[in-house]
């Protein structure tokens, strides 16, 4: 999707959640979370992904509740979208976390029968394994010394006849 079509299916979530919990009295819409929600190009047609806690017929019962309060959904989040034309809404069971649950069971399942998964050696990255303490002619920030009060740094003209070494004699003269 594009940054449009996820900024507007963003807000069409947000917006409906708090429909859902704010302004709609159905029963059957108690345990709904509204997980995600996808738009269409040109943002004629949204499609709004529900979870329930509860069993698949709870899902069911809500995923009907909110199809056949599509047009008052529509029309109280429409106006706050700020859009053209509003989407027509289409709402979709989400059973994903059903789905996790029973995946995660049956992964338990199996390290009770045949105990845990043994885990990859992790694999080193030979970058890591080099030594930085024999480096000393790397200078790092916190080496160097700031007695300025100022964030800016101070840049200095070398050739400036001002800035010239005074009482200071070369060596080599």
Known sequence: ??????????????EVASLILLGMRDPRLAKVT???????????????YVSVLGDKAALDAAVEALTSAAGFVRSKVGPKLGLRAVPE???????????????DKIFKEHEAEFGPVPVAPKLVDVDDLEDDEDDEDEVEDDDVLDYGDDDEEDEFDLNDPDLADEGFEDEDE
């Open 1 to 14: 999707m594009s940054g449009r079509q996820d900024r507007v299916a963003v807000a069409i979530r947000k």
């Open 34 to 48: 509204i997980t995600n929600a996808t738009v269409s190009r040109d943002l004629t047609q949204a499609r709004v």
């Open 89 to 103: 809404f289409m709402f979709v069971g989400d059973d994903s976390a059903a789905k996790a649950q029973r995946l």
